[in-house]
């Protein structure tokens, strides 16, 4: 029993590295992403039968590969379309043949990392709506169930289904070719597939809802993802530099929280538990960025915002002045009001407060930060330090009454407490 149970676990730890590549080199062959995911998970019914008895093979993923390429092959011949198929491949399949289907699989083997590049630009596709695309690239990259997603981001399992469908029939219908596209094309949909995984990430970092502030899973998965895309596209300074933000930022997860769940501000951070290895990983990508020549594109700029505190070990050493400098090119680069917003926290800690509250009041009445709970959250701390506490009080009340996080709103309140 207990050895069955390893089988299944390891079949389980197989399968979550290897679906994407198995699914990524099926659409290749099948051209549709449906027909590639139910010929992995035949393979995978497969394997659940066969490894418990015979043991898990030494290159499980290699076994996972040929099974799913042979069933590929009996569909095929099953409808009379193998040699249309193979020509693709530079291979005809003749039922004569003494070895056809090894010889198939031989045919179809290709370079694994194209085959994963390509998946990603098509999941990430601009035809699809913003939260299609995360959907489908958890679904199909990440290897996340459809439970999982829809856990992941509070909506209900049927919606989140419903949306991986729309999105493979949207892919389908619109016949997108399973490729990376070139030129002006390629940077379009680079920039949306960069998009989708900082959404992702953005998502886990900080939850826009529930009881939990932070979900390591997602910002794990698009961390996973943006190294893979950083392994294929090596000269692409967007793609080191939004890794870097993110290994950057999520060295910080374990000292975030304190253990009953409250949220530990920046400052308050215990240092000590911030990974210093995805600090190594972080720098070393954002210094592939600026070799590559891009130290003023707006995802290098916050990363390298995120490495002076990741520099400084005590909080008292953290350089204020240059991220408020740095927050000051980023807005000139891709302005917004939330970019301004930052920029304000920074040049109160290089400043103080009533350097700050001006900038804070210049975009007070933006549209897009109507509803936002930080904004009023920010000028609340700003209006405290002040001494304005009645002032900073109903800022903090409403900025609890806007968030949707259990955790911000438990300490937002209390904030609020602190000046009544």
Same mark, same amino acid.
């Given at each position: ?19 994407? @590549? ?5 659409? @290749? ?13 035949? +393979? ?27 069933? +590929? ?19 005809? /399949?003749?039922? %004569? ?5 090894? +010889? ?25 709506? *913003? ?7 958890? @679904? ?55 998009? !989708? ?22 910002? #794990?998965?698009? /961390?996973? =993802? ?16 939004? =890794? ?26 215990? @240092? ?17 960025? !600026? ?27 953290? %350089? ?9 090119? =980023?807005?000139?680069? *891709? ?8 920029? +304000?926290?920074? !040049? ?12 804070? #009041? ?59």
């Amino acid at each position: 029993m207990n050895s069955e149970s390893e089988t299944h676990r390891a079949i389980t730890a197989v399968w979550k590295n290897e679906q994407p @590549r198995l699914i990524a080199s099926l659409t @290749r062959m099948m051209r549709d992403i449906s027909m590639a995911e139910e010929l992995a998970q035949d +393979a995978l019914v497969t394997a659940l039968r066969k490894w418990p008895e015979t043991g898990v093979p030494s290159n499980p993923g290699a076994w996972l590969m040929q099974t799913a390429k042979r069933r +590929a092959i009996d569909y095929f011949r099953h409808r009379k379309m193998a040699a249309s198929k193979l020509e693709e491949v530079g291979r005809i /399949i003749k039922d %004569d043949a003494p070895d056809v289907q090894t +010889a198939a699989i031989e045919a179809l083997d290709d370079d694994v990392g194209d085959d994963l590049l390509r998946l990603i630009f098509t999941a990430c596709h601009p035809i699809l709506p *913003a939260e299609s695309r995360v959907a489908l690239t958890l @679904r199909l990259l990440g290897g996340l169930t459809t439970e999982e997603i829809a856990r992941a981001f509070l909506a209900a399992e049927p919606t989140i289904g419903q949306r991986i469908v729309r999105a493979k029939r949207t892919i389908a219908e619109a016949g997108i070719p399973f490729e990376v596209p070139r030129g002006a094309a390629r940077a379009e949909r680079l920039s949306s597939v960069l998009g !989708v995984l900082y959404l992702i990430f953005n998502e886990g970092y900080s939850a826009t809802a529930g009881d939990d502030l932070i979900r390591p899973q997602l910002c #794990d998965e698009a /961390i996973r =993802l943006c190294r893979i895309l950083a392994q294929l596209s090596p000269q692409d300074t967007e793609v080191h530099a939004l =890794l870097a933000l993110m290994e950057l930022q999520a060295s910080r997860t374990a000292a975030r929280t304190a253990k009953d769940g409250a949220p530990v501000l920046l400052l308050e951070q215990d @240092r000590t538990l911030w990974d210093r290895e995805l600090i190594r990983h972080g720098l070393t990508a954002l210094q592939q960025a !600026v070799d590559l020549g891009g130290e003023d594109e707006p995802y290098a700029l916050q990363a390298a915002i995120a490495a002076c505190h990741a520099r400084a070990e005590r909080a008292e050493d953290t %350089d204020w002045q240059r991220i408020a400098a740095l927050y000051a090119r =980023l807005s000139a680069v *891709a302005p917004s009001p939330v970019v301004e917003l930052n920029r +304000a926290v920074a !040049v109160s800690m290089a400043e103080g407060p009533a350097a700050a509250l001006p900038l804070i #009041d210049a975009i007070r009445e933006s549209p897009a930060l109507k509803n936002y709970h930080l904004l009023y959250g920010v000028r609340g701390d700003l209006l405290s330090k002040l001494g304005r506490h009645t002032e900073a009080t109903l800022e903090f009340r409403r900025a609890a009454d806007l968030t949707r996080n259990a955790r911000e709103k438990a300490y937002l309140i209390g904030r609020a407490g602190e000046g009544a």
